[in-house]
C-alpha cells in the first residue's frame, strides 16, 4: 500500500486549518461540519472536489492531488449508506456491526447455558427415577 507520511511540518501546517479535526503521521482526521460543507458543495453546487479543498485552504501537494476525490467518494458512500439520514461517521457502521455481533454472541452463549442446564435437570431426572424404581423393588 502506498500511504503518504506527513513530515512533522506538514503535520503543523495541517493541523493549523479550521477545518482538520486531527492530523497524525498518516492520515488526516476532518471536521463533520467541514465534511457536511464539502458534500453539499459537491454534489447541489456542483464544485469539483479539488475546488473544495483548496478554497478549505489544503495544499494539495502535502495531502495529494487524488484525495480530495477519493474523500468526497467515501463520504457520499458513508451518507448512502444511512440512507441520507445526514452524515455518518465512517467508522459508526462497524461500532454498530461490532454491537449487533456481541449481542448475538450474548444471546448464543446464553442459549447454550439454558441448553446445558436443561441437559443437566433431564440427567438429574433419570437418576431420580431409577433411584426410585430401585426403592420399590
Known amino acids: 500500500m502506498n500511504r503518504k507520511i506527513f513530515t512533522s ?3 503543523t501546517e495541517l493541523s493549523r486549518n479550521k477545518n482538520v479535526r486531527r492530523c497524525g503521521g498518516a492520515s488526516v482526521m ?3 461540519s ?3 460543507a464539502a458534500l453539499r458543495q459537491y454534489n447541489e453546487e456542483g464544485l469539483s472536489a479539488v475546488e473544495i479543498f483548496e478554497s478549505a485552504g ?4 502535502v ?3 487524488r484525495k480530495p476525490n477519493k474523500l468526497m467518494h467515501q463520504w457520499n458512500k458513508a451518507i448512502r449508506t444511512k440512507n441520507g ?3 455518518v461517521p465512517q467508522g459508526a457502521e462497524k461500532v454498530e456491526q461490532a454491537e449487533n455481533i456481541e449481542k448475538k454472541i450474548r444471546s448464543g452463549s446464553k442459549l447454550r447455558a439454558l441448553k446445558a442446564k436443561i441437559a443437566y435437570l433431564e440427567a438429574e431426572n433419570d437418576f431420580l427415577a431409577q433411584l426410585r424404581a430401585r426403592i420399590r423393588k
Open 9 to 11: 511540518e506538514q503535520i
Open 34 to 36: 467541514f465534511k457536511a
Open 30 to 32: 476532518y471536521r463533520k
Open 58 to 61: 489544503f495544499d494539495l501537494d
Open 63 to 65: 495531502i495529494g492531488i
Open 85 to 87: 439520514s445526514g452524515f
